[in-house]
């Protein structure tokens, strides 16, 4: 399936901001279950931008409805091109620079991507992927050894200065 192209604009019409291309795709299903959403965030006109994590549904979901940026028949393209495994979408939005529109998409509040590390519960293989999405969240993720390990995304750990993260 080619990639769909959108392009959504926050700013007002009388200022001009940059445009970033927002890149989605969606990840190979584990045991059975949606596989979850590569983000990469980068200028329009750069060919390959390195991912920023991994978001599940309930993650992308977040913060497609923030601020009413993206209206029903966008959301519903959205959902719809990554309704299919290796499904992928690039949105366009207009930010006052590339770490606004990092931070929002990688901090957003309450669905952060974090490093997430694990074991696998069979060969006790340590890994670690960075992913948003909500605390208590539960997702199956494929260990090297070919076994399914389920992960519960955990709390926000505060860090030196009391705060979370």
């Known amino acids: 399936m080619p990639p769909v192209a959108m392009t959504v604009v926050r700013a007002p019409d009388r200022v001009v901001l940059p445009p970033f291309a927002i890149s989605l795709t969606r990840l190979p299903q584990v045991d059975g279950a949606a596989g979850l959403i590569q983000l990469s965030v980068g200028p329009p006109d750069q060919r ?17 409805g923030h601020f009413g940026a993206h209206d029903a028949n966008e959301i519903a393209a959205i959902r719809k091109a990554l309704s299919v495994e290796g499904g992928e979408i690039t949105i366009h939005e207009s930010w006052a620079g590339l770490s ?28 670690h992927e960075n992913i948003g999405g909500s605390v208590g969240e539960t997702l199956p993720r494929l260990c090297k ?6 992960i519960t995304l955990p709390k926000y750990a505060p860090d030196s200065t009391g705060s979370s993260r």
């Open 48 to 64: 390959t931008v390195p991912p920023v994590g991994a978001l599940t549904d309930a993650a992308l979901r977040g913060r497609l």
């Open 100 to 127: 606004a529109c990092l931070q929002f998409w990688s901090g957003f509040v309450g669905l952060q991507i974090r490093r997430i590390a694990w074991n696998c519960g069979h060969c006790g293989g340590a890994a």
């Open 145 to 150: 050894c070919g076994v399914v390990t389920r």
